[in-house]
């Protein structure tokens, strides 16, 4: 089994900072891309940033200059370094990750999600 945890989430004051992390675990072969996705009540879930297994990123325009994904290979480890947070950020963050098991296809790769870390900002 292949499993996402995400911890870091909390309550956070209007241009305070938070740094969410994302555990991967279990019989992995390789893990390609990473990416934080959130889901606001009411709204669609979507992309926040992504992080390839070379270390290229991409980020929503909602989120550029303030959040920061890395990653740590070794460990299978994503960040996502939250700052200058604003009150439209609240909503559940969900770690995602394209990866291959082992023993599993290589191609194409499976998705696996995390079960979701609440951010709420606010005063």
């Known amino acids: 089994q292949v499993r996402l945890v995400e911890s870091g989430g909390g309550l956070v004051q209007p241009g305070g900072s938070l740094t969410l992390s994302c555990v991967a675990a279990?019989?992995?072969?390789?893990?390609?891309?990473m990416a934080w996705y959130r889901q606001a009540p009411g709204m669609e879930r979507e992309l926040v940033a992504e992080i390839s297994s070379g270390g290229s990123t991409e980020y929503a325009d909602s989120v550029k200059g303030r959040f920061t994904i890395s990653r740590e290979n070794v460990k299978n480890i994503v960040f996502l370094q939250m700052n200058s947070l604003k009150p439209e950020d609240t909503a559940v963050y969900y770690c995602?990750?394209?990866?291959?098991?082992?023993?599993?296809?290589?191609?194409?790769?499976?998705?696996?999600w995390g079960q979701g870390t609440q951010v709420t900002v606010s005063s």
């Open positions: 995602n990750a394209d990866l291959v098991e082992r023993g599993g296809s290589k191609w194409p790769p499976s998705d696996y």
């Open positions: 279990g019989n992995i072969f390789s893990i390609n891309a």
